[in-house]
Nanobody, 120 residues
Framework: QVQLVESGGGLVQPGGSLRLSCAASGSISSIYFMGWYRQAPGLQRELVAISTSGGTTNYVDSVKGRFTISRDNAKNTVYLQMNSLKPEDTAVYYC??????????????WGQGTQVTVSS
């Protein structure tokens, strides 16, 4: 079993900042990818940012230069620093971890989701 707990969402004005955190726990053997997805009303869930075990990061074009994904491997935690937030960033943000446990092959695990609302 691998569990993900998200925190850090909330209401912020345009141009403001938030930092999301996602901590993975359980019988983790290896973490291959850690990332963030988001889903706005009426839209499909999209990949926002991803961090590989080798440290490579990738972002959806709409957040490049504004969002930064980082990870603390010792704590099995991934962060998403969101700056210069826009109303278009409003969505439920989900942490995603691709990992293997002591008893399972690699698979995706999802956080519970945290609401980010950007509004004046």
């Amino acid at each position: 079993q691998v569990q993900l707990v998200e925190s850090g969402g909330g209401l912020v004005q345009p141009g403001g900042s938030l930092r999301l955190s996602c901590a993975a726990s359980g019988s983790i053997s290896s973490i291959y990818f850690m990332g963030w997805y988001r889903q706005a009303p009426g839209l499909q869930r999209e990949l926002v940012a991803i961090s590989t075990s080798g440290g490579t990061t990738n972002y959806v074009d709409s957040v490049k230069g504004r969002f930064t994904i980082s990870r603390d491997n010792a704590k099995n935690t991934v962060y998403l620093q969101m700056n210069s937030l826009k109303p278009e960033d409003t969505a439920v943000y989900y942490c995603n971890v691709h990992a293997s446990s002591t008893t399972t092959e690699p698979r995706d695990y999802w956080g519970q989701g945290t609401q980010v609302t950007v509004s004046s």
